[in-house]
């Protein structure tokens, strides 16, 4: 049961949307809201809890990020949905943060309630909130903090990014891994680091390849493995002569015809083969001849068959290889380069690592770990870091982390609210509230007292100290830049804004109910 709104979850994922006909709609709504936000709560920040999701096949999986519950939750409520949204979209948008702005929106929707409780129309508490947005806008970059490219500052990033993610063993190593990806990459789209987790091995096993991985077996046992420098083919289509090709409809009278035919045939292999060893590996789309296999392993070249679209597209970015569909038109720049491949086993399953030559060239996160769920985790905490790193560097500077931001910009709202005419006024301190709910709820997961905290980190701010945050490791208040608790703006900036989306979309809903009412003209739409 829901401690803040008293709605069980699971009411949530029935469809009892018929009932908010009797009830308030728009209370039904907010209702539900909160209560898909209070089902992440606890997974913020390093202490959170993991949740634990079951299907209905009987499939378990435990996690501690805040858009993976969502997603797996069957929500056929709209206004849940429209919560569930918020961690999707800020997931799809900078990765991090999810949890962040899910709380954000359930505080939003509870202080809205609570104004419009008090007779505040939804368009002056959507008009406040964006006045408070544009207030952040100016705030935060007065409690950034600036950084420069090679700070070590960044690791402090991503090891924050990584937070709580069933990954503390290995942090340090991984957000080292992390930032030494985007160094090599600096600055390009964050498509060209690949992570990539195998079922095999521990987390501190993790490491970075300057190129990527495929899992590929090699198609003859005669082939080689290990070659440095070798040219890469990526093949875009069969090495076989279809029968018509292979076996022309010869009338066979005479018995050494037919070792003609196969002398043909053999040579005909054999040209492919030739052609195709220009290269010292061969990536193939399809399937390979039997006989083909056999003159390639004969040549000396490495070669994979079936190997799939999007293996191919990383070989051709890490290697600069053009895809070639026509042996007749190979040429010597179709070719990529490599600066080695070698085979890489992990558990049970067969890999070869590309390594790149281009530059700055692709590189790969290869995240171990013994389990497949630990794995996923893993993937999650790691995309956050890479990405909450980018942007640091992009943005050249960072918040203190820990609730520190929240509380600085509530504070600031609020002394700023008074000189706010109108009702707008309210809405710019229900907005401070809301970001109040951050550091409220990292002291709950730390096991400390809320009001305690909140009431200890006000003073500080009060008295200037503006990076004071909760250290949620280790329970208690200090400086979060000397704790080394430090994230983007653009992931605060991003939870806001789809948390203010969010509840505006869900507070107006009634309007539009009353709007379609003739009987009783809606008053505020007409003047
Ligand atoms: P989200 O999905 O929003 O990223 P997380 O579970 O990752 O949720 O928690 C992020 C929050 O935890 C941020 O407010 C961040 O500042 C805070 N945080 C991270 N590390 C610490 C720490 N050591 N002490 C206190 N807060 C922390
Ligand atoms: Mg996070």
Do not use: C
């Not at 809890?49 to 519950?69: F, H, I, P, W």
């Not at 937070?163 to 891994?177: E, I, P």
């Not at 070719?335 to 399953?349: N, Q």
């Amino acid at each position: 049961m829901s401690e803040r709104t008293g709605l069980h979850p699971s009411n949530i994922l029935s469809e009892d949307i018929d009932r908010a006909s009797d009830r308030d709609a728009r209370s039904m709504n907010i209702a539900v809201g909160r209560a898909v936000a209070d089902v992440v709560k606890t997974t913020l920040g390093p202490r959170g809890r993991d949740k634990m999701l079951a299907d209905q096949g009987g499939g378990l999986a435990v996690t501690n990020d805040g858009e993976t519950v969502l997603s797996m939750m069957d929500i056929e409520h709209p206004a849940g949905k429209i919560v569930a949204d918020v961690a999707s979209t800020q997931k799809a948008e900078v990765s991090d943060g999810t949890t962040t702005a899910v709380i954000l929106t359930g505080s939003l929707l509870k202080e809205s309630e609570r104004l419009l409780d008090d007779g505040i129309h939804s368009t002056t508490i959507e008009r406040g909130y964006h006045q408070a947005i544009d207030r952040v806008r100016e705030l935060l970059p007065e409690i950034a903090i600036d950084i420069t490219a090679d700070s070590g500052i960044l690791q402090e990033v991503a090891a924050t990014a990584m937070t709580g993610k069933n990954v503390d063993v290995a942090r340090d190593h991984l957000s080292s891994l992390v930032v030494e990806a985007v160094r090599t990459v600096d600055q390009r789209d964050g498509d060209d680091i690949v992570v990539e987790s195998v079922g095999s091995g521990t987390p501190k096993e993790s490491e970075l390849l300057e190129g990527v991985l495929i899992e590929e077996e090699r198609i003859h046992d005669h082939m080689p493995y290990n070659i440095d420098d070798p040219t890469v083919l990526v093949y875009g289509s069969d090495l076989t002569f279809d029968d018509a090709q292979s076996d022309p409809a010869i009338d066979i009278t005479d018995p050494g015809q037919f070792e003609t035919i196969i002398e043909e045939e053999e040579r005909q292999f054999r040209d492919m083969a030739d052609e195709v060893s220009e290269a010292d590996v061969v990536l193939v789309d399809g399937n390979v001849d039997d006989m083909v296999m056999h003159f390639l392993a004969e040549e000396g070249v490495l070669a994979f068959d079936q190997v799939d679209k999007e293996d191919q597209r990383a070989i051709v970015r890490a290697t600069d290889a053009w895809v070639v569909s026509d042996l007749d038109e190979l040429s010597d720049s179709d070719l990529g380069h490599a600066r080695s491949v070698e085979r890489r086993i992990f558990g049970d399953d067969e890999y070869v690592a590309f390594a790149s030559d281009t530059d700055p060239g692709e590189v790969t996160l290869l995240l171990r770990s013994g389990t497949e769920h630990v794995g996923k985790e893993m993937e999650i905490a790691v995309t956050d870091a890479v990405d909450a790193v980018e942007i640091a560097l992009e943005e050249g500077a960072v918040l203190p982390g820990g609730g520190a931001s929240e509380i600085e910009l509530a504070r600031q709202l609020r002394s700023d609210a008074d000189a706010i005419d109108g009702r707008e006024q309210l809405a710019v301190e229900a907005f401070a509230n809301a970001l109040e709910t951050i550091p409220r709820t990292l002291a709950r997961t730390a096991g400390r007292d809320p009001i305690d905290i909140l009431t200890e980190l006000r003073t500080h701010h009060a008295e200037g100290a503006i990076a004071t945050g909760l250290d949620a490791t280790t329970g208690d208040v200090a400086e979060m830049t000397a704790r080394g608790v430090v994230e983007p703006l653009r992931v605060k900036n991003a939870a806001i804004d789809s948390a203010v989306d969010a509840t505006v979309t869900i507070v107006r809903i009634d309007d539009m109910i009353a709007a379609s009412n003739f009987n009783e003209p809606n008053t505020d739409i007409l003047s």
